[in-house]
């Protein structure tokens, strides 16, 4: 929990790319500020990221990670472990409920992420980590050119991404373990040249640098790479329970400046609807953290007329 003596007046939950951010920002235009740090965002599940500007060597999650959050402290931040179990209006601000202790600040900022969806593979996290197994083709499709890559699926979001893939090499098999009536590009996945397996995987077995599926019929098939396209579910819930807008995909809608519905509450990263990218939620948190000063200079009455 924060110091005794200390009294926010903005409140980030979550301490990923998008909350440490807006996190430097707000203590850089000398806001007293407080970001709540459920523990492993999903950038610590990065092993190395090689399209994350100004590193062209590549760098760990955990890297950025740390260095974001060393550069929030150094600009006054409080960060600090726990879970906001519930947000709520309070008058002209928030009160937030944390570990049995109430915090009120006067603006707030979710960058509460999202949850992936794992394949159902013994040692996934552990495949993960060693880059086997990879969430985001946008950030690493280049690593798989000319490489053989499964991507499992469950609908129509299997077959984008399989397609997606095509960009970078032409052995890409799509394994869709769903019903077969939710995949139904079946004739444009012929037509790009991706090999279609409908049956579930039974077992998967890592051996050094390559992933064996066991898929129907016991049948053995070695990749390179394995790309999880099974989607993830939005941290919307304290949002959802103010009555904030969501898009169809349950992530929240924001305006131009990253303002939820809701007055003076404000959403940066993957919790927002777009591209789930290190770069997009450090930029959506630049964004939220200077209208959130701004908008309360005008509350404070200090700032002129246009």
């Known amino acids: 929990m924060p110091s005794a003596s200390f009294e926010p007046e903005a409140l980030i939950v979550g301490a990923g790319p998008a909350g440490l951010t807006a996190a430097a920002y707000l203590g850089r235009f000398r806001r007293r500020t407080l970001v709540v740090d459920a523990g492993d965002p999903r950038a610590c599940w990065i092993p190395i990221s090689h399209n994350m500007p100004g590193f062209p060597a590549g760098v760990a999650g955990t890297d950025i990670l740390q260095r974001m959050r060393d550069q929030a402290l150094e600009y006054g931040a409080e960060i600090v472990p726990g879970r906001v ?17 109430s915090i009120r ?13 794992h394949p159902d593979l ?17 950030c690493d499709g280049y ?3 000319d490489k053989a890559v499964a991507i499992i699926g469950h609908d129509d979001k299997g077959a984008r991404e399989a397609a997606f893939m095509r960009t970078y090499s032409e052995r890409v098999t799509l394994i869709h373990v769903g019903p077969a009536s939710a995949l139904t590009r079946h004739d444009e996945l012929d037509r790009l040249g991706v090999e279609l397996i409908l049956a579930p995987i039974e077992a998967v077995s890592i051996e050094q640098d ?57 959403a940066a990263g993957d919790v927002v609807r777009g591209l789930n990218q290190i770069a997009v ?8 953290a200077t209208d959130m000063h701004n908008r309360l200079r005008r509350i404070d009455g200090l700032t002129v007329s246009d």
């Open 210 to 266: 390559r992933v064996t599926a066991l898929t129907w019929g016991g049948r053995a098939r070695g990749f390179d790479l394995v790309y999880s396209a099974l989607g993830t579910s939005p941290n919307a819930e304290l949002a959802q329970a103010m009555g904030a807008r969501l898009a169809d995909d349950g992530r929240l809608e924001v305006d131009l400046h990253q303002g939820t519905s809701v007055p003076g509450l404000y």
């Open 85 to 101: 179990e519930t947000l709520t209006r309070d008058g002209d601000g928030f009160t937030a409920q944390i570990g049995g202790r």
């Open 281 to 288: 939620a450090t930029a959506e948190a630049a964004v939220a």
């Open 122 to 138: 013994p040692g996934v996290e552990r495949a993960i980590q060693r880059s086997l197994v990879r969430i985001c083709p946008i």
């Open 143 to 145: 690593e798989a050119t």
């Open 105 to 117: 600040a006067r603006i707030a900022l979710l960058a509460t992420g999202v949850i992936d969806h």
